[in-house]
C-alpha cells in the first residue's frame, strides 16, 4: 500500500471521551507521566508520591515496583493520596527488556498486578522476537491471560505491530473480546510522523468500523506536537517519560534541553519559585504545561474548534482539506 502524503480534514477523528474506574473519572485525551528506573535518580515510590501531588493520571512500572520491593510489591496506597488518584500500570517489559533481566516473568508481573491499587494496567505484552510462530495467536493469548486474573481495573491489551493483517485481525479479536483499551507503542506505527498518523487514522476507522469505542493509548509519545496529531487521528491517551528528561516550551511546542528552563521564559508559578530545586521545577513546570495544553485541546474539540487550534501548530502538507 502506498503512503498518502496528505490527511484530509474529513477525516479528522479527535474526540472528547469521559473513562469511569473504581468510582473515579478522567476526561481524555490525557496524558500519563511514567515514571521508570531507567530514568530517574529517585525510587519510584519517591517519583509516584511527588507526582500524586501534581499529577492525575499516572503511570508506574510493575517491574520497578517489584525490584524496589522488600516486603512484598504493593505501592500504599495511602501515600500521597493516591487512592484519590488513577494509576495505570506498565507491564515492566520496557524495564525488563532495559536491564536484560529474563527474570521479570509473567507470573511476577501478575503477583504486582494483584497487590497493587492500580484502576489501569497493560497486559504482559509479547514481543515479535519472543515467538518463533504465531506472534497472533500468542498476543492474544497473553492478553486474555492478563484480563483473566485481575477483573476489577481496566486491562489495556499492548499490541506490538508487525504487519498489518496482524494487527487488524487481532483488533477484530480484542473488539469482540469487549475490552475497552488498545495501547500502541508510538515508534511501532512508522517511521515518519505522516505514516504513523494515517496508521492511527486507520486504527480509528477499524474500530469505529466494528461499533467499537476502544480508546487508543500511544505508548511512550510525549511530545506535544505528536500528541496534537494523533489526537487529531483519533488516539486518546498517552504516555512517556519526557516531562523528566526535557523543557517543554509552550510557545512553540517544542522540547528543549534539560538545562534550558530559563531560556523558555515561562512565567508559571514554579519557573517564578526560586526555593524550588532546579529537578522539581522542570517537572513541575513540564506537568502544568501539560495539563494545560490538554484542557485547551478537550475545550477546542468540544467548542467544535480544533483544526484551528491544530493550525496554530502545524502547517501543510499534513493537513489540508
Ligand atoms: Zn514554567
Known amino acids: 500500500m502506498g503512503v498518502a502524503t496528505r490527511i484530509n480534514k474529513s477525516v479528522a477523528e479527535s474526540r472528547v471521551n469521559t473513562i469511569n474506574v473504581n468510582g473515579k473519572s478522567i476526561l481524555t485525551p490525557c496524558y500519563f507521566p511514567s515514571v521508570s528506573s531507567c530514568t530517574t535518580m529517585y525510587s519510584t515510590r519517591d517519583l509516584t508520591k511527588l507526582l500524586c501531588q501534581h499529577s492525575k493520571p499516572l503511570l508506574t512500572s510493575a517491574y520497578d515496583l517489584y525490584a524496589e520491593s522488600t516486603d512484598g510489591a504493593s505501592l500504599d496506597i495511602q501515600e500521597g493520596n493516591l487512592s484519590s488518584n488513577i494509576l495505570l500500570l506498565d507491564s515492566g517489559r520496557y524495564e525488563s527488556s532495559w536491564y536484560k533481566d529474563t527474570s521479570w516473568t509473567f507470573e511476577r508481573y501478575r503477583d504486582v498486578v494483584q497487590q497493587t491499587p492500580c484502576d489501569f494496567y497493560t497486559s504482559f505484552d509479547v514481543f515479535p522476537g519472543d515467538v518463533q510462530d504465531n506472534f497472533e495467536q ?28 496482524t494487527l487488524f485481525s487481532t483488533l477484530d479479536v480484542i473488539t469482540k473480546d469487549g475490552f475497552q483499551f488498545v495501547a500502541l507503542p508510538e515508534r511501532e506505527l512508522g517511521d515518519t510522523i505522516l505514516e504513523r ?74 519557573c517564578r519559585n526560586d526555593a524550588l530545586p532546579y529537578v522539581h521545577k522542570v517537572y513541575l513546570h513540564n506537568l502544568l504545561f501539560i495539563k494545560q495544553f490538554l484542557n485547551d485541546i478537550i475545550l477546542s474539540i468540544r467548542n467544535d474548534t480544533f483544526e484551528t487550534f491544530l493550525k496554530r501548530y502545524i502547517t501543510p502538507p499534513i493537513l489540508t482539506g
Not at 500468542?138 to 493483517?165: A, G, M, V, W, Y
Not at 493509548?217 to 523528566?244: E, K, M, N, R
Open 138 to 165: 500468542e498476543t492474544i493469548n497473553q492478553i486474555r491471560q492478563s484480563f483473566d486474573f485481575q477483573r476489577d481495573n481496566i486491562c489495556i491489551p499492548i499490541l506490538h505491530l508487525t504487519t498489518d493483517d
Open 197 to 270: 498518523c494515517i496508521k492511527m487514522c486507520q486504527i480509528r476507522q477499524f474500530l469505529d468500523s466494528k461499533n467499537s469505542n476502544v480508546l487508543i493509548h500511544v505508548l511512550g509519545c510525549g511530545h506535544p506536537v505528536s500528541l496534537l496529531y494523533y489526537i487529531f487521528a483519533g488516539a486518546d491517551t498517552f504516555d512517556s517519560l519526557d516531562w523528566q528528561k526535557v523543557v517543554f516550551d509552550s510557545s512553540d511546542l517544542s522540547f528543549r534541553d534539560y538545562s534550558h528552563l530559563l531560556l523558555a521564559k515561562c512565567p508559571c508559578c514554579y
